[in-house]
């Protein structure tokens, strides 16, 4: 026997089909393969006419918000909860504010996509996000 006869016997032997009782057909193993379990091969039956159920998630909403301070400038800020935001501007809870009480609500806008709403507080905050909020909500002295 050659080394190259060799080699393929031992090819043969290791990559050989299983015999025996339980292998016969193909797909007879119970166990699925972790690759099955992962990819989300196996999927769990449903009862006939039955949608899948999902749990209902409450919708977060993100608020932009423009504050006007007790010294006349803007506050522009982002939450998830503006209630309990304003209660910290002014009870002083928010270094930015702290010094500049009481603040008061001009407007604010909710955003469902909360990198929106970031960007849109970024904006605010920009230079002609400032000339934007002095044009449409500065209020006359």
């Known amino acids: 026997m050659s080394a190259l006869e060799g080699c393929r016997s031992g ?24 690759f099955a379990r992962r990819s989300g091969e196996l999927r769990r039956t449903q009862s006939a006419g039955s949608e899948p159920r999902r749990r209902a998630s409450p919708k977060i909403m993100y608020t932009v918000y423009i504050l006007k301070c007790a010294d006349g ?31 008061e609500l001009v407007t604010h806008v909710a955003f469902n996509d909360k990198y929106k709403a970031f960007e849109f507080e970024k904006y605010l905050k920009s230079g002609s996000g400032r000339a934007f909020i002095k044009k449409h909500f500065a209020s006359p002295r």
């Not at 290791?14 to 797909?27: C, D, E, L, Q, V």
């Open 11 to 34: 090819l043969t032997e290791r990559f050989a089909k299983p015999s025996g009782p339980n292998t016969s057909r193909m797909g007879s193993n119970p166990i699925p393969s972790a």
């Open 73 to 103: 400038k803007p506050y522009t800020g982002c939450t998830e909860n503006l209630e309990e935001r304003m209660e910290r501007h002014n009870n002083g809870y928010v270094p930015a504010t702290e010094n500049r009480r009481p603040v």
